[in-house]
């Protein structure tokens, strides 16, 4: 089973920063296997990115996907208020789901 | 729009059984694999189980595997998930989610599963 490690658990930003968030799998994954969600408290999550870098419908171009193998990053170019979240990535692999343990980005 | 709602969770005692649903509507839903994941309280996201398009297909976490059952009816646009032998650790939310090329695109709202006596 591939383990994805999230990288930092909590990053506390202002609104207007740029987030970096990372994502570390324990083997090599696929690109086309690896997505990013969005989760606000008491809300489902929410399909930001997939096969690495590209944007689900409706997703703002602040938020853009990237790396290969074993190392992927999540980045939202300038925080907006409603992005304040916690953040998952999920990698697909011979018939497993896994995902991180997520990072929680707050408000500084 | 694409929607998919959960339904069936609730309060169940360890050992017992619970069935869920997920109602699709808004996309073709027999081109479409399907999917649960789960979410413990103040805890983070874990997939459970997954069904093929056709229904041929059925894969299942380690955890799970043996209690849970996968279905689906594409003649009536449901997505089903029956859990017997039930602990404490399965207490959670159960997310419905359409399944596309490895990701999930679309997620119901959810529905709470507790599992104590």
């Known amino acids: 089973e591939v383990v994805l490690t999230q990288s930092p658990g909590t990053l506390s930003l202002s609104p207007g920063e740029r987030a970096t968030l990372s994502c570390r799998a324990s083997?090599?994954?696929?690109?086309?296997?690896l997505a990013w969600y969005q989760q606000k408290p008491g809300q489902s999550p929410r399909l930001l990115i997939y096969?690495?870098?590209s944007r689900a419908t409706g997703i703002p171009d602040r938020f853009s996907g990237g790396g290969s193998g074993t190392d992927f990053t999540l980045t939202i170019s300038r925080l907006e208020p409603e992005d304040f979240a916690v953040y998952y990535c999920?990698?697909?692999?011979?018939?497993?789901?896994?995902f991180g343990q997520g990072t929680k980005v707050e408000i500084k | 729009e694409v929607q998919l709602l959960d339904s069936g969770g609730g309060l169940v005692q360890p050992g017992g059984s619970l069935r869920l649903s997920c109602a699709a509507s808004?996309?073709?839903?027999?081109?479409?694999?399907m999917s649960w994941v789960r979410q413990a309280p103040g805890k983070g996201l874990q997939w459970v189980s997954a069904i093929s398009s056709g229904g041929n297909n059925k894969y299942y976490a380690e955890s799970v595997k043996g209690r849970f059952i996968i279905s689906r009816d594409n003649a009536q646009n449901t997505a089903s998930l029956q859990m017997n032998s039930l602990r404490a650790e399965d207490t959670a939310i159960y997310y419905c989610a359409s399944l596309q090329s490895g990701r999930f695109d679309s997620w119901g709202q959810g529905t709470l599963v507790t599992v104590s006596s």
């Open positions: 096969a690495a870098s």
């Open positions: 999920q990698q697909y692999g011979n018939s497993l789901w896994t």
């Open positions: 083997q090599s994954v696929s690109s086309t296997y």
């Open positions: 808004g996309f073709t839903f027999n081109t479409y694999g």
